[in-house]
């Protein structure tokens, strides 16, 4: 995902945890969940009217 190319003090968060937001990531941090939620979240936010969250 590209928001895993983020990095902090050079350091890239893919680096750390190479999986993490991968239906494979296997931590307990629900990151594909998150993800997930998180999309619909802005697209029900931003288009309204228009796309449902569910169609993402």
Same mark, same amino acid.
């Given at each position: /995902?590209?928001?895993?190319?983020? !990095?902090?003090?050079?350091?890239?968060?893919?680096?750390? =945890? /190479? !999986?993490?937001?991968?239906?494979?990531?296997?931590?307990?941090?629900?990151? !594909?969940? =998150?993800?997930?939620?998180?999309?619909?979240?802005?697209?029900?936010?931003?288009? /309204?009217?228009?796309?449902? /969250?569910?169609?993402?």
């Amino acid at each position: /995902p590209v928001w895993s190319g983020v !990095n902090v003090g050079g350091v890239l968060l893919r680096d750390i =945890m /190479p !999986n993490i937001g991968l239906e494979i990531d296997g931590s307990d941090g629900g990151w !594909n969940q =998150m993800i997930k939620n998180l999309t619909e979240a802005l697209v029900h936010h931003l288009f /309204p009217k228009h796309i449902q /969250p569910s169609s993402v």
